[in-house]
């Protein structure tokens, strides 16, 4: 291939997938603010109220935000705009603020900017990656805020045309919001490693991304030809057209093995040492099951209620619970589906029902917990599931179970509520196993199971002590230490006959598959457009398997 015109550059792959087109080259709106920067004191007061009315419009974009992504791409990177809300709440900064706007005499926007430079300065500053990356939180709160207080409505990227490939300094999870209605080709980041929200994102909506190109914003030009690479990490700018040809081949072919490793995902049974391994999805709304469906899943491996109870002011009734499980389900028809009873706690409460506040709610009442805590949260549920399951194969799953004594409560309730409205065909129940005292329980939850999902987001959260969401001990959130892996070999053992599937994110990654396969796990939930490279790996695992015992 010749390549005299064009330069070739390499960055780190985050986002599988290969892509040519037009550049589009983005700068976010508030770096071009002209900001006024003094006030007299008469001005203090409506500068503080600017403030406070920016602070107000931003939480509930927050919201729309959050509720966007996890439409698009689930709840684990809509809670990144939780995260925000909180950020917002910190009264210290709310004080820097109004102590810069009284004493300096600055307006709401040149307060804002100063104390927000301040704040990001001391985060860069951190020798810790993972600290230093807050910053690009706070950056994303500031133009939020600025965008309010200029009364920008919209950012550059929302005017972005189709099909173009983004090239950005850095992707903000406020930026990220746009994408997916966008239909972007392809994105080039200066920054934002595999681990960032936009990779995260970018390989949700499977748009193929190369980051760390230095300075791409300065070297690429608006509307300039290129060639993204997500596999190997490389962009051509202004390939020839000999490159454009090899290019456009590549990524045909690239399209029909995915298209393949669809079709056989619907066509192949998916099996490894001579059992059938189920491969399902983890959904959260009508979307994700449409997407679901089409990618082949054999069901719903875990349906999040969570989603569907946020957007409410009011507790839905058990006829409003069962309308939304017919339409959610609808494109997964017959297939087996487990829903997951409300999921909820101090740090993710809905409006209806007042949570007592919590200093430490994921060691608080969560899931399990609080539905024990609220019958009528928990009845409405159950009375649902006893109607749905006499249309479909369904099965309940319930959260955060600790004691074996959770899952005893819950049964009687279930079989208590069956016999009151004369049901008697009942839906299988089963635990989540996420702490590692279920894990280690197993046989005495098995009396009140008909079976087990592992949750190992949870699972890793609290036998590794590092919250989930707190960047600052992301280093301890280690979701294959061999301490959960031993763990997965434990539940294994002693769950004896009854059945065990895996639903978090490590039952997705390609190369732990294996392993899980050998521990024993025949059962994988993931997110609905990874389905068919799941399935992919567990066959290619199987013949690996065969043929090293024909070697043998
Ligand atoms: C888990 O904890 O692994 C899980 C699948 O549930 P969630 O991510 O919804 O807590
Ligand atoms: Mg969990």
Redesign the pocket.
Known sequence: MSEQSSLKLKGQATSPGLAMGKAFVYFSDFDSLSLPQTISEKQIVEELEHIESAVRKVKDDLKISAGRIEAHAG??LASIFEVHEVMLEDSSLRDEIRDEIERELSTAAMALTRVFDRRKDKFRAHKNETVRERADDLEDLQGRLLRKIAGVRTTALEAMPGGRVLIAHRLLPSDTVALPERAVAAIVLEFGGAGSHAAILARALGIPTVAEIPEATRIIKDHQMLIVDGNSGEIILDPDVSAQVFFRSRIDQFKLETEEVKRRSHELPCVYDEMTVAVTA?IGCLEDAVVAADNGAEGVG?Y?TEQFYLSRNTPPSKEGLLNEFRKTFAPLLGKPITVRLL?LGADKPVEFVHFAREDDPFLGRRGVRLLLHYPDLLDTQLEALLEFAQEQDVRILV?MVTLAADMERIRRRLCELARRSGITKLPLLGA?I?TPAAALSIKEIIPYADFFSI?????TQYTMAAGRENPLVSGYFIENHPAILRLLGLILEDSGETPVSI???LGAQADMIPTLLKIGIRSFSVAPPLVPRVKETVRQAGRALNQSRTDA
């Open positions: 709840a684990e983890n875990l999040r999921d959260p989540m996420e949750g190992t987001n949870d699972l639903c978090g994110e």
